[in-house]
């Protein structure tokens, strides 16, 4: 069974450029969740999908974050414009349940933003 | 105060030596516990989740101490291959999303 992927898995752009980043979960996983780690700090959530809904958006920082799920399947996270501040690693995930033994997420390798 | 807290080591380890980390959480809500294992430039994995009785997995044990908030992990007969960061994680009742510790460097040297 194909894991979490994720493209591109590097990404280096100038401030006040846009990128756009692509998550593709395990077949059959209706859900789906954007992480963020910056140098230095922890591993923080982002937003979570169920099919093509926003269930949870409360980590998402700002305005210039832009996640959708069009048809339920895979996902995009645009930033728009990026500044220096969201260099990191992006992370998805993704999940078969909510609660219970369906409930573990499985994460993507990843894809590294720098910000010039 | 952060949610999940975590000593960041290194713990510097010789091989075959037993080695435990623990993970303090703030939010007595928190439902599920996880840990997770994250290589170096790679993504994490799930190692176990961890229940109120405690689980075992060949030389991980995880324990769940809910009276005083936290959750431990003992290796055993450490491996070389063991060296990683272990990532405490954390579900707050009513919410589904992943809170993180910083994660515990672990090296088993040789």
């Known amino acids: 069974e194909a894991g979490v992927t994720q493209f591109p898995s590097h990404s280096v752009i100038e401030k006040g450029q846009t990128v756009t980043l692509r998550c593709d979960p395990i077949?059959?996983?209706?859900?789906l969740y954007w992480y963020r780690r910056v140098m230095g700090k922890e591993i923080k959530f982002l937003l979570h999908?169920?099919?093509?809904?926003?269930?949870?958006e409360s980590g998402m920082p700002n305005n210039r974050f832009l996640a959708e799920r069009t048809g339920g399947t895979y996902s995009t996270l645009k930033v728009q414009p990026a500044e220096l501040e969201d260099s990191g690693v992006y992370f998805c995930?993704?999940?078969?349940?909510?609660?219970?033994?369906?409930?573990?997420?499985?994460f993507g390798p990843g894809t590294r933003l720098l910000v010039l | 105060r952060k949610e999940v807290e975590q000593d960041p080591g290194p713990f510097n380890v010789p091989e075959g030596a037993t080695v435990a980390f623990n993970c303090t959480y703030s939010?007595?809500?928190?439902?599920?516990f996880f840990w997770y294992r994250q290589d170096c430039r790679k993504e994490p994995k799930l190692l176990m989740s961890?229940?109120?009785s405690g689980n075992e997995d060949g030389r991980f044990t995880a324990q769940l101490n809910r009276a005083s908030q936290y959750i431990s992990l003992l290796i055993r007969d450490s491996k070389l291959s063991d060296s990683a960061t272990y990532l405490c994680?954390?579900?707050?009742?009513?919410?589904?999303?992943?809170?993180f510790g910083t994660g515990t460097r672990l090296k088993v040297l040789a």
């Open positions: 994680v954390v579900i707050t009742s009513g919410t589904y999303k992943y809170i």
């Open positions: 961890v229940y109120s």
């Open positions: 999908f169920v099919k093509e809904s926003k269930q949870d």
């Open positions: 939010n007595s809500a928190s439902q599920s």
């Open positions: 077949s059959g996983h209706d859900n």
């Open positions: 995930a993704s999940s078969q349940e909510l609660g219970g033994l369906g409930e573990t997420q499985y």
